[in-house]
Structure formats: C-alpha cells, structure tokens
C-alpha cells in the first residue's frame, strides 16, 4: 500500500524568521544556518571550498549557487559565508568507505579554502554503528589538529619591524603585531598605493601570510598583493582579491626573505588592517590514489611528484618497511590494498589509503537501459557518471540491466551517487530496487531502499544489501522509481557536527 505524500508550504509551516528570533532570545551568540535572515548563508557546495574571493556581503536578489561560494562586493546584506562537509564523501558512515576518510592533508586543505577565505568550516563527523566516530577518522582529525597547532605555534613575524607608506594619527603601522583585534593600522585617505612592509630581522623561512581587516568599519580592501624583497629587489609571490575577517594566503612552495610587503593595489576606503603575520605549515602528504580498472590491474599514484609509495595487499597496515610500488599490479578478485605516500627527505609520511575491492568488472555488459552511456556505470572510473532523465523514451522508469557475464555468489551491491543537484536546485533523492535473475527462473526482488545523495542505502539492514545467503547472479537490475525532495524540502539529516568559526568576524 502506497503512503499518501503529505504536502505542505515549507515557507509559512516552518516560519524561519521566529525560529532564528526564538534561537537568538535563548541563546544570543548562537549563530543561525541557511534560509535569508540567518546569520550565515550556505557557500553553495558541500566540498568544503568557499570562493576566491567569499566576500562576506550579498544582494537581496535571491540566492544562487555561484553567488553563496562567492558572495557580492558591495552587497547590502551581511551574510557571511559557512562552508558544511565531511570527513567522509557523504553524510553519514559506512563501512565501505573505510580507509577513504579525508586525510590530514585534505583537512588542512579544506581548513585553507573556508575558514582561510572569511568562511565558517562546520565540519560533518559520522558516528559508526556504535556511535562513534571511527578511530580513522579520530586519528586524522587529531593529526590535522596538531599540525594546526604547530603552525600557529610560531608566528615569525613576532618581533617584526612594521613600518607603512602611509598613516593616519593613532593608528601606526606596529599595531598590526600586537594581536589585540581591536587595534589597526590606517592608511592616509586618498593614498594611492597604499603598502605596509614586516622586516623580520632576518631571513626566515615561510608559505603562509595571515591578514585580518578590523571589521567594524567595512570590508575596505578590493584587491591586494604580497611582495618578498630578494637579493635583486622586490618580488610580487601573491595576488587576491579580498581580506575580510581572515585571509590565509598559501605559497606552493616555502621562500626565504627577511621583508615581506602588503600591497593594497584597490580599496573603497582607507584600508584598516589589524594583523599581519607570516607562518610556515607543517608537511603534510595526502596518501596514494588506489584504483583498479575494469580487468582487475590495481594502480597506485601521487599528486606530488617525487613522493615514494609503501603499498600492502595481506590486511596489515603499511609502513615505511613495506614493499615499494613501482609498477601496476593484478587483483583479479576480491582483495584489500593499503598504501602510505613517503617524502624521506622530509621524513614525512601520509595517512593509509585503502580500498577494499571486489567482483572485477571485466565481464560486465550493458544488456539494457533507459538513457544512452550507462556503460559509465560500470568503468570503473571515479569523474564518470550516467546520467538519465527520470523516465525513459518508452515512458518507463529510469533503468539499467547488467550481465556479469558469468555466475557470481553476490552478497550484496553498491550503488554510488554523485553530489550533485538538479536543474531545480534540488539534491537528488532516489528510490532504488534491483532485481536478480537466476538462469531459469523468473525475476525476484533482491531488496529496496532510498539512496541519498551519499551512497546510502537506509532501507536495507546494511550499507550493502545482503541476500540471507550467497545467491547466483546473472543480472543486476538497478531501478530508480523517484527523484527529489519531499514536499517539505527536507534535505535530510546529517551526523554530529563539529563547529570551526575561528575568527570568522562579527
């Protein structure tokens, strides 16, 4: 029997301007997530990446995508930007993702690309079936957080010389040192190019510029530039738009300079800056990309050129004593692969990588499908999906049918979602039901659930679903009966949420 859809109007039922009022009454610090009159907007993805620039300002034109990443210079709304991800590739845990979870390195990249561009970090953790947060996720979190710390343990800049082109009364360049927030260096109004130069006494080694505005009076700086003074002169090694509340600049790679300059080349007013301080990030590799192709041939790759990689395939973790990969490698069949990326000159080493492999896709086949280049499905390429329209051509649901190509003892299935929206702006929401067919005998339900926008399978007892006992499967008939929210615009819950706004301004 079919539930009836209940339909509301989301925007009177929920009344989201006396919530936000109710929340701040309570609880006046709190900080509001989301719909228009929150105090913080969506940066319009789920990657953790806000825009270069994210100003915190926007117009009062609606919402879109591009313009909560970016925000509006000059709009007349304060609606800073948050940034929501996970330490995992969607909301919630499960087991096959394991050995997947975001690497100290993706961390502190994600950490660059919001809170070091004026944007929140609410950072999304997955408690497992017990629920906790898996020791995985624990360790990369603790390794992330220290390799924070350690880089804001030594400001080099502490003891600086500050010295300004310009100035105004009461508001010397030194100020930006002092690390009081309510302190900043001002320029003469009207001064063309505006510079404020750190001599650090002598030649230190750094990749990150730290800059904070003094928020109260505005978001001064349109555009800015980091100089370094060499043995032939002054260098130009950055150049962004925007400071904000905190703007994090990272070199690709560490210099040395005993002077470093700020630049501000556009400003719409005098530029108020209230810090300035240079710093140098720890080490940190992001582990191996692991993947096999469509014959079972595994193959083990670096985004840093130079690095060398420690792989194993026997179940234990992999150590810098662990056999080198140095060329592909077969797994034909169900098998588990660990890898470390190793700088040895820097004596780093990355968090393991795993992937937990199983039936090759060699033989696999499309018999059947509703839309054209469902064989993306099955290539075993990460960037690759199908996509198809609700219904097909013939007026019937979204489907596929595979041949396997062979007689398999399948316990179960993944089907993978890619985060995405639809031409409404929704998440897509789908209902799945596969279906089995022995040779000879008639099509039977193998089992249904929704599958999220994150590879979930709530319906099912697992991640996975399982038969009560190995079946032979010759096809594998995947179903999609409906796709978007629900009348409500529920977007679906998420995981316990860990909060980052350091310095995120008023």
């Given at each position: 029997?079919?539930?009836?859809?209940?339909?509301?109007d989301?925007?009177?039922?929920?009344?989201?301007?006396?919530?936000?009022a109710?929340?701040?009454?309570?609880?006046?610090?709190?900080?509001?997530?989301?719909?228009?009159?929150?105090?913080?907007?969506?940066?319009?993805?789920?990657?953790?990446?806000?825009?270069?620039?994210?100003?915190?300002?926007?117009?009062?034109?609606?919402?879109?995508?591009?313009?909560?990443?970016?925000?509006?210079?000059?709009?007349?709304?304060?609606?800073?930007?948050?940034?929501?991800?996970?330490?995992?590739?969607?909301?919630f845990?499960?087991?096959?993702?394991?050995?997947?979870?975001?690497?100290p390195?993706?961390?502190?990249?994600?950490?660059?690309?919001?809170?070091?561009r004026?944007?929140?970090?609410?950072?999304?953790?997955?408690?497992?079936t017990?629920?906790?947060?898996?020791?995985?996720?624990?360790?990369?979190?603790?390794?992330?957080?220290?390799?924070?710390?350690a880089?804001?343990?030594?400001?080099?800049?502490?003891?600086?010389?500050?010295?300004?082109?310009?100035?105004?009364?009461?508001?010397?360049?030194?100020?930006?040192?002092?690390?009081?927030?309510?302190?900043?260096?001002?320029?003469?109004?009207?001064?063309?190019?505006?510079?404020?130069?750190?001599?650090?006494?002598?030649?230190?080694?750094?990749?990150?510029?730290r800059?904070?505005e003094?928020?109260?009076?505005?978001?001064?700086?349109?555009?800015?530039?980091?100089?370094?003074?060499?043995?032939?002169?002054?260098?130009?090694?950055?150049?962004?738009?925007g400071?904000?509340?905190?703007?994090?600049?990272?070199?690709?790679?560490?210099?040395?300079?005993?002077?470093?300059?700020?630049?501000?080349?556009?400003?719409?007013?005098?530029?108020?800056?209230t810090?300035?301080?240079?710093?140098?990030?720890?080490?940190?590799?992001?582990?191996?990309?692991i993947?096999?192709?469509?014959?079972?041939?595994?193959?083990?790759?670096?985004?840093?050129?130079?690095?060398?990689?420690?792989?194993?395939?026997?179940?234990?973790?992999?150590?810098?004593?662990?056999?080198?990969?140095?060329?592909?490698?077969?797994?034909?069949?169900?098998?588990?692969?660990?890898?470390?990326?190793?700088?040895?000159?820097?004596?780093?080493v990355?968090?393991?990588?795993?992937?937990?492999?199983?039936?090759?896709?060699s033989?696999?086949?499309?018999?059947?499908?509703?839309?054209?280049?469902a064989?993306?499905?099955?290539?075993?390429k990460?960037?690759?999906?199908?996509?198809?329209?609700?219904?097909?051509a013939?007026?019937?649901?979204?489907s596929?049918?595979?041949?396997?190509g062979?007689?398999?003892?399948?316990?179960?299935?993944?089907?993978?979602?890619?985060?995405?929206?639809?031409?409404?702006?929704?998440?897509?929401?789908?209902?799945?039901?596969?279906?089995?067919?022995?040779?000879?005998?008639?099509?039977?339900?193998?089992?249904?659930?929704?599958?999220?926008?994150?590879?979930?399978?709530?319906?099912a007892?697992?991640?996975?679903?399982?038969?009560?006992?190995?079946?032979?499967?010759?096809?594998?008939r995947?179903?999609?009966?409906?796709?978007?929210?629900?009348?409500?615009?529920?977007?679906?819950?998420?995981?316990?949420?860990?909060?980052?706004?350091s310095?995120?301004?008023?």
């Amino acid at each position: 029997m079919r539930a009836k859809l209940r339909k509301i109007d989301a925007v009177p039922y929920y009344d989201w301007p006396s919530i936000i009022a109710f929340v701040h009454a309570l609880q006046p610090m709190a900080c509001t997530f989301d719909p228009v009159g929150a105090d913080l907007r969506w940066v319009g993805n789920e990657e953790g990446e806000a825009g270069d620039p994210c100003w915190a300002t926007m117009d009062d034109k609606g919402f879109t995508e591009e313009k909560g990443n970016a925000g509006v210079r000059g709009g007349a709304i304060w609606w800073p930007a948050e940034a929501d991800v996970s330490t995992r590739y969607g909301w919630f845990w499960h087991a096959y993702e394991d050995g997947q979870s975001r690497s100290p390195a993706n961390l502190m990249k994600i950490y660059f690309e919001t809170v070091g561009r004026s944007a929140g970090l609410l950072l999304n953790l997955a408690p497992d079936t017990r629920g906790l947060v898996t020791d995985e996720d624990v360790a990369n979190l603790t390794a992330f957080g220290t390799a924070m710390r350690a880089m804001y343990a030594t400001d080099l800049s502490k003891g600086a010389i500050a010295s300004a082109s310009s100035v105004r009364a009461g508001h010397d360049a030194a100020l930006v040192l002092d690390g009081n927030p309510e302190s900043f260096w001002v320029s003469a109004d009207r001064a063309p190019v505006p510079t404020l130069t750190l001599d650090l006494k002598q030649p230190r080694l750094f990749d990150v510029v730290r800059l904070a505005e003094h928020l109260p009076l505005g978001l001064r700086v349109d555009r800015f530039a980091i100089d370094a003074q060499g043995p032939t002169g002054w260098t130009e090694i950055a150049s962004k738009q925007g400071i904000g509340s905190q703007r994090l600049i990272r070199l690709d790679a560490p210099i040395t300079a005993r002077r470093v300059r700020l630049r501000i080349t556009a400003a719409a007013a005098a530029p108020a800056i209230t810090e300035f301080g240079v710093y140098l990030a720890p080490v940190l590799l992001d582990p191996p990309h692991i993947v096999r192709d469509r014959e079972g041939v595994v193959t083990l790759t670096s985004d840093s050129p130079g690095l060398a990689i420690a792989y194993t395939t026997d179940g234990s973790a992999p150590t810098i004593a662990s056999p080198r990969y140095t060329a592909p490698f077969a797994m034909r069949d169900a098998g588990i692969v660990q890898a470390i990326s190793i700088h040895a000159a820097k004596g780093a080493v990355s968090s393991v990588g795993r992937r937990n492999f199983d039936i090759r896709k060699s033989d696999w086949k499309i018999l059947r499908a509703s839309a054209p280049r469902a064989e993306l499905l099955i290539d075993e390429k990460n960037r690759t999906d199908w996509v198809a329209p609700l219904t097909g051509a013939d007026g019937k649901p979204c489907s596929v049918t595979i041949d396997l190509g062979r007689s398999v003892a399948l316990r179960g299935f993944v089907l993978e979602t890619r985060l995405a929206r639809t031409a409404e702006g929704r998440r897509p929401r789908r209902l799945a039901r596969t279906h089995r067919r022995r040779p000879g005998v008639g099509r039977r339900a193998a089992g249904a659930g929704r599958v999220l926008e994150h590879r979930r399978q709530p319906g099912a007892a697992a991640p996975r679903l399982r038969a009560a006992a190995p079946w032979p499967l010759h096809r594998d008939r995947l179903h999609a009966d409906r796709q978007g929210r629900d009348a409500a615009g529920h977007r679906g819950a998420r995981g316990a949420d860990a909060v980052d706004r350091s310095r995120r301004g008023v």
